[in-house]
């Protein structure tokens, strides 16, 4: 839904990055490159900024259930 702000195992701040991440690979940089411009060294960060799927302008377009 929304990037969350630490890495669930080791606590990295990771949200900052996660929009820069996505420029780059719009740039047509390689994940990996992209990640070692960034700073993020360790696969759990990785993981969350890889794994992360953005929902949250999608989930807006509909009313609150009840
Ligand atoms: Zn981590």
């Known amino acids: 839904m929304i990037i969350p702000i630490r890495c669930f195992s080791c606590g990295k701040l990771i949200a900052h990055v996660y929009q820069p991440y996505l420029d780059l690979l719009e740039k047509g940089e390689s994940s990996e490159i992209a990640f070692e411009k960034l700073g993020i060294d360790r696969f759990c960060c990785k993981r ?9 302008d999608d989930l807006l377009k509909f009313p609150r259930l009840q």
């Open 48 to 56: 969350m900024i890889v794994a992360h799927v953005d929902l949250i």
